[in-house]
């Protein structure tokens, strides 16, 4: 393994596996791992096979406890507060759906919320008899305008008479991918007493999260984006103080213990007895899948380290080709990067680029009941004629795309990047995809 003197950028593109002429500019909707890395998770799937019984009854609580200690390490909290769900989504489901909601309790969330995340607030407001409060976002805004919004919206609950019983944000939003003051709408929460539930599905190996300082109520952050773990894995973070409001991992599993009744009888539990918390127990086997990706922490680890130099190094490379690249694409394409006057929203890996597509009823302009139409349509060309992938979406009446910098891009990649949108961009102006708005004057 080389020496943390490797040159990032196409030097690095060797470590990992890609299509040589792929260009991999969208890391951040499903990450990648290098080499190294899949050969621990193919060994470890090997010795899961050489004795299934012995390495899941026996086995796998080691290698899982390795894992967490290596996380909760890294991260500066305790292995205790750490488990592995499989993805970012998972781990949101499991605390919404373990606490119990009362009349009057209300989810409050931002509308750049996670789509499948939303879509779980709205089935457990048929289910249950939860609220829900939706803070409306338009980009760019300020992080300060952002928390008062947040701040404003849990004192109007309360002098309704509702109260704001979880609030759920991120790290780094999805569309757009933006930077939110995750830390200051923490504190915010504990100020008000209200749980918070950080989505950090962008957030570890993505910002240095000062988890062990900061302490949220619940968070979660998938290892398989920014860290460089196999699909799919998310550390679950609880802080000792909320282990009482877990009860099950979802889906349930033999982990779980019913509380004691009168008459209940007990329900065995066919895996070997363990001496880790009622927490910790939940999640150690949550019917049999491959768990091979969490036994690659430590490898991912090792690699970030011992090739990349360190986390301060990959982050500001990252973060300074998210930004360069970003400014290089809107200015061939003429328009402009979603930011701040503060200059906090492109303080993560993604920046987001304002396509030259206008929404309206004018000549060349895209009717606005055609935009998702348009977006897919974009999507499938970066796909197939580009051989890349360049998220688009629609926010506050246009049409961005989202780039992701990386330690195996370069300037270069955005460069093309920006060729292909410029192309892309003058085709819907033509009339191409067969979508139904008004034809430019030719």
Not at 291 to 296: I, K, M, Q, R, T
Not at 340 to 364: D, F, H, S, Y
Request: aromatic share 12%; net charge neutral; glycine share 8%.
């Amino acid at each position: 393994m080389a020496g943390p003197n490797t040159p990032f950028g196409y030097a690095m593109r060797s470590y990992f596996q890609f299509d040589p002429s792929y260009i991999p500019l969208n890391h951040g909707s499903f990450g990648t791992y290098p080499k190294s890395v899949k050969d621990r998770l193919r060994h470890t799937q090997d010795i899961s096979e050489l004795r299934p019984d012995a390495f899941f009854r026996y086995g796998l609580p080691k290698y899982i406890d390795s894992a967490r200690t290596a996380i909760a390490s890294f991260l500066g909290v305790d292995p205790g507060e750490c488990v592995f769900v499989p993805n970012a989504t998972t781990g949101v489901n499991t605390v919404l759906r373990n606490l119990v909601f009362k009349e009057g309790d209300v989810i409050v969330y931002f509308s750049t919320i996670y789509g499948a995340c939303e879509k779980t607030v709205e089935h457990l407001r048929e289910t249950t008899p939860v609220e829900s409060a939706k803070i409306k976002l338009s980009y760019p805004i300020e992080d300060d305008e952002l928390v008062s919004r947040f701040l404003e919206k849990i004192k109007q609950l309360k002098s309704e008479g509702k109260r704001p019983r979880v609030a759920i944000f991120d790290t780094v939003s999805s569309m757009p991918g933006v930077r939110v003051p995750w830390e200051e709408l923490v504190q915010v929460c504990k100020e008000e007493e209200v749980f918070s539930m950080v989505d950090g599905a962008h957030g570890v190996g993505h910002l240095a999260l000062n988890l062990g300082e900061i302490k949220p109520d619940f968070f979660v952050s998938n290892c398989h984006k920014w860290l460089y773990v196999p699909r799919g894995c998310a550390l679950f973070y609880v802080p000792q103080r909320n282990h009482h409001l877990i009860r099950t991992s979802l889906p349930t599993s033999h982990g779980f213990e019913p509380s004691p009744a009168e008459g209940r009888e007990i329900l065995f539990n066919p895996l070997p007895a363990r001496k880790r918390s009622y927490f910790v127990e939940l999640f150690q086997f949550v019917g049999t899948s491959d768990v091979g990706p969490y036994f690659c922490i430590e490898k991912a680890l090792e690699f970030r380290q011992g090739v990349c130099g360190g986390e301060r190094k990959i982050m500001d490379y990252c973060e300074k080709l998210s930004k360069e690249g970003g400014r290089k694409v809107a200015e061939t394409l003429g328009t402009e990067v979603m930011e701040n006057a503060t200059k906090t929203l492109t303080q993560c890996c993604m920046t987001n680029v304002k396509l030259p597509i206008r929404i309206g009823e004018g000549q060349g302009e895209v009717k606005e009941s055609d935009a998702f139409a348009v977006i897919a349509w974009l999507a499938e060309k970066f796909n197939e004629e580009y051989n890349t992938f360049v998220p688009p979406f629609y926010h506050e009446g246009h049409i961005w795309v989202r780039f992701s910098g990386q330690i195996y891009l370069e300037m270069e990649d955005f460069a093309v990047a920006a060729q292909a949108c410029k192309e892309l961009c003058k085709r819907v102006r033509m009339g191409d995809g067969g979508f139904c708005w008004c034809r430019p004057n030719l």
